[in-house]
């Protein structure tokens, strides 16, 4: 939560960042001598070889240099949170991390749809603001040293909570920590593809699985919110599934916790709660269970092998420990 006064000074600096990324984009704040700065060129930077930097005009770094610092270190704090934002929101759906400038109004509505639309992204031209905005800061014997310093904390002065620990491990995370009330962030900060990676034995490297997770998980038509598949693995019955073997741990939905810790929930509880989820969704399997189950390898490399059993199981031959996936990887490779 901001208080009133950090508000304040987000909306300010938001809107002038909003306003001069449009600006930007209808190339008012350029130099004429600058080449068209229309949005086609400036997509892609590999393709900028040739394209001269374009230059600020007059009038706009006076309008710049008219402001006082502590507003100029906001509008970069803003503008590097819109860019973080818009990385986190691309790379939860499209599993590519890009550097994009942010269009504030596409990234709203993406936040509020909890979706992503790449078409919604527009990316502009901000760069040599953000830079020319750093000289004008050095030219007032501001160093580089303390505007880094300054910039992270030009909006949010006394954040709140951020000493709190992690519930279970009791590391300090602050405002890094996940509960059910924002586990939405989740969705960017681990990828469905990495979640896989988080399943027991080889089951990542089984193709058909992977393919029915990433659809239940990305479905646009019944969209699962992260809030409910956090609540739904926390309440699961563990201890009367075949996946007991972490049945004393404790989880709740009114804890926080850190990162690493949300990733051994998904190491404890991401099977048996897909196997569960699985089941409801497409009635229950008549697959039988493969001997091997999640370590067997076929599945890997045989698709016929892979759908006609059920490897959401444990092995009852062979090794019978989950095999740990980067020796498998190894091996596999
Ligand atoms: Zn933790
Ligand atoms: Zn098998």
């Known amino acids: 939560m901001l208080s009133q006064e950090e508000t304040l000074r987000f909306d300010r600096a938001m ?7 449009e600006m930007s984009d209808q190339g008012t704040i350029w130099k004429e ?3 068209s700065t229309g949005s086609d060129d400036e997509d892609d930077d590999d393709n900028d070889d040739d394209e001269p930097e374009p230059v600020l005009c007059d009038s706009f770094l006076r309008l710049l240099s ?8 906001e509008i970069l704090d803003v503008g590097a949170f819109a860019e973080d934002t818009s990385l986190w929101s691309g790379k939860r759906s499209t599993a590519v991390s890009f550097v994009a400038n942010a269009d504030p109004a596409a990234l709203a509505i993406s936040l509020e749809n909890g979706g992503f639309d790449a078409e919604t992204m527009v990316y502009r031209n901000w760069e040599p603001v953000r830079r020319c905005i750093k000289d004008v800061l050095q030219s007032r014997q501001v160093e580089f ?3 880094d310093d300054k910039t992270p904390s030009a909006i949010v002065t006394a954040p709140v909570g951020a000493e709190d620990k992690c519930s279970r ?3 300090v995370g602050g405002l890094s920590l996940l509960g059910v009330n924002n586990m939405i962030l989740l969705s ?3 990828p469905v593809h990495e979640r896989t990676w988080l399943l027991p034995g080889v089951l ?3 193709r058909e699985e992977r393919k029915l997770i990433t659809a239940h998980l990305s479905d646009t038509q019944n969209p699962i919110s992260e809030k409910d598949i956090f609540r739904e693995m926390v309440e699961l019955d563990i201890a009367s599934t075949v996946f007991d073997t972490y049945s004393e741990e404790h989880w709740s939905t009114d804890e926080w916790y850190c990162l690493a810790c949300i990733k051994d929930l998904y190491r404890q509880r991401f099977l048996p709660w897909w196997r569960k989820t699985k089941e409801s969704a497409h009635g229950a399997t008549a697959q039988e269970d493969c001997w091997y ?10 698709n016929a092998h892979a759908l006609k059993l059920n490897h959401l199981c444990k092995p009852t031959r062979g090794d019978q420990t989950s095999l740990d996936p980067a020796v498998v990887n190894a091996v596999l490779m």
């Open 15 to 21: 809107y002038r960042y909003w306003l001069w990324l």
């Open 33 to 35: 001598t600058a080449k």
């Open 66 to 73: 008219s402001l006082p610092s502590v507003e100029l270190c």
């Open 145 to 147: 040293d303390e505007l």
């Open 169 to 171: 491990c009791e590391s």
């Open 188 to 190: 960017g900060l681990l």
């Open 204 to 206: 990542h490297r089984n």
């Open 293 to 302: 189950g999640y370590n067997c390898r076929t599945m890997t490399h045989k």
